[in-house]
């Protein structure tokens, strides 16, 4: 059988999971086995633990995905996930409120961010069957509301709550900041994608015509591979410089590595393309 490359490759993303994971968490790989070093789950500052949390299991499910040439087609929609996750810890670690301006602090962003989930969560909630959902989904529901409410009203903040319409506005912010296209690009296509508004992308030439469907292309996996771990080694970069900014250095170390593992499996990819 011939060597897979991207298949290859993602043992050592999963060993670069772990690690900084126990970087972030301890040998325990929960934020609860550190006393000082990471927030309660009282301080608004859990939520960055919690994003990281959905994450990485999306990350664990990217690469499952990639590694399998027929199911490799749904990736974007796992990279639109983490590009999500991105977004939000940035904002959280660096942001700027609508209202409180540059003054605001990341506990203060983290607490507007909350609200905008509770709302959103209470909308859907309130949009579906009592069928659907566990019996005290619309209560607990509610209590997340009045208690984020309360939070958001001691800040003095007057918005209403940041939610998934400002990610397109981050990754906006990013190319003007830093000439950085593709997040919002790959936001916007796989926004199709997830939505099953351009099936066109599952067409490939064969001959003359068209073939639909099959196993996605080894420079295609090896694309949504590496555009997945940018995301999450972001993520990771933003929880970690916010809770344990003494540790960046450390996680700094472990990305390297791994990325010139990414870069090549990139080049063997590309080179093999070329044949």
């Given amino acids: ?113 909350e609200l905008g989930m509770a709302h959103w969560l209470c909308k859907n909630l309130s949009a579906s069957s009592n069928e659907s959902q566990y019996e005290h989904s619309k209560a607990d529901g509610e209590k997340w509301v009045k208690s984020v409410t309360a939070e958001h009203e001691q800040i003095g903040c007057a918005c209403s709550g940041r939610d998934f319409k400002a990610v397109r506005n981050s990754f906006k912010e990013l190319r003007d900041r830093f000439g950085m296209d593709w997040p919002l690009d790959t936001y916007i296509a796989a926004s199709a994608a997830s939505h099953a508004l351009m099936p066109q992308r599952l067409a490939h030439q064969e001959g003359t015509g068209l073939s639909w469907g099959g196993p996605a292309s080894l420079l295609d996996r090896q694309n949504w591979l590496a555009r997945g771990f940018t995301c999450l080694i972001n993520v990771y970069l933003y929880v970690i410089g916010t809770l344990h900014r003494p540790k960046v250095g450390e996680y700094d170390k472990l990305v390297a590595a791994a990325q010139t593992e990414v870069s090549r499996t990139n080049r063997v990819v590309v080179a093999s393309m070329e044949r």
Avoid: K, N, Y
């Fill in 1 to 113: 059988m011939a060597a897979d490359p991207v298949s290859d490759l993602l043992p050592t993303l999963v060993d670069f999971l772990a690690d900084a994971d126990q970087l972030l968490c301890g040998e325990q790989g929960r934020w609860a086995a550190g006393e000082d070093l990471l927030p309660s789950p009282d301080s608004p500052l859990d939520l960055l633990l919690r994003i990281r949390t959905e994450a990485m299991h999306t990350f664990h499910a990217l690469l499952r995905v990639t590694d399998d040439p027929m199911a490799a087609p749904a990736a974007p929609i796992l990279v639109r996930q983490l590009l999500e996750c991105w977004a939000h810890v940035q904002w959280i670690a660096e942001g700027q409120s609508s209202t409180l301006g540059p003054t605001a602090t990341p506990e203060q962003r983290a607490i507007c961010l």
